[in-house]
T-cell receptor, first 106, second 115 residues
Framework: KNEVEQSPQNLTAQEGEFITINCSYS?????LHWLQQHPGGGIVSLFM???GKKKHGRLIATINIQEKHSSLHITASHPRDSAVYIC????????FGKGTKLSVKP | NAGVTQTPKFQVLKTGQSMTLQCAQD?????MYWYRQDPGMGLRLIYY???????DKGEVPNGYNVSRLNKREFSLRLESAAPSQTSVYFC??????????????FGPGTRLTVL
């Protein structure tokens, strides 16, 4: 079983929809990261969190340490949000999920 | 500021050849990382350097060596390249010392093909 599982693997949405991407992990962690990989391959860090909730613009990340689960929400989605979203956890090592590919249609 | 730079952008090697991937950051960051990304596998940590003068193995270190030359530069060496090392390699850096303890800034990647 992978230590970090993301769902869904692929997601297609219409512009304006509310989007949720999930990340579950099986190890004890000290931090969880959300990253965005653009279609051209560039990677940008979105959030690092160890508890609670963080918000940046239309993006919201939450984490529930007891349930070993984090969610990334995108409000009022836009085609420019189309990317792969990657979750990573910092336990004994730094382990990444395989990503969720999001496509937002106009 | 250039952020994190990587050279080369593309490279083709024959099996058994050696090469060094270069990475530099101009943000005065303490920690630096090397990852590989393969289709269907996600990013995997090869080596990291939590501070100048230290290096540690990540998830997939076999076949690689690293050097933290100074605070700015962190190189990744393939001594004898194998087709299994065909991948996209990313370098990253973060301000705070330690593994995964701070926001990471990524370089543009190096696409390596080993024939």
């Amino acid at each position: 079983k992978n230590e970090v599982e993301q769902s869904p693997q692929n997601l297609t949405a219409q512009e304006g929809e509310f989007i949720t991407i999930n990340c579950s992990y099986s190890v004890g962690i000290s931090a969880l990261h959300w990253l965005q990989q653009h279609p051209g391959g560039g990677i940008v860090s979105l959030f690092m969190l160890s508890s609670g909730k963080k918000k940046h613009g239309r993006l919201i990340a939450t984490i529930n340490i007891q349930e070993k689960h984090s969610s990334l929400h995108i409000t009022a989605s836009h085609p420019r949000d189309s990317a792969v979203y990657i979750c990573a956890v910092r336990g004994g090592n730094l382990i990444f999920g395989k990503g969720t590919k999001l496509s937002v249609k106009p | 500021n250039a952020g994190v730079t990587q050279t080369p952008k593309f490279q083709v090697l024959k099996t058994g050849q050696s090469m060094t991937l270069q990475c530099a950051q101009d943000m005065n960051h303490n920690s630096m990382y090397w990852y590989r990304q393969d289709p269907g596998m996600g990013l995997r940590l090869i080596y990291y350097s939590a501070s100048e003068g230290t290096t540690d193995k990540g998830e997939v270190p076999n076949g690689y060596n690293v050097s933290r030359l100074n605070k700015r530069e962190f190189s990744l060496r393939l001594e004898s390249a194998a087709p299994s090392q065909t991948s996209v390699y990313f370098c990253a850096s973060s301000r705070v010392r330690g593994l995964g303890t701070d926001t990471q800034y990524f370089g543009p990647g190096t696409r390596l093909t080993v024939l």
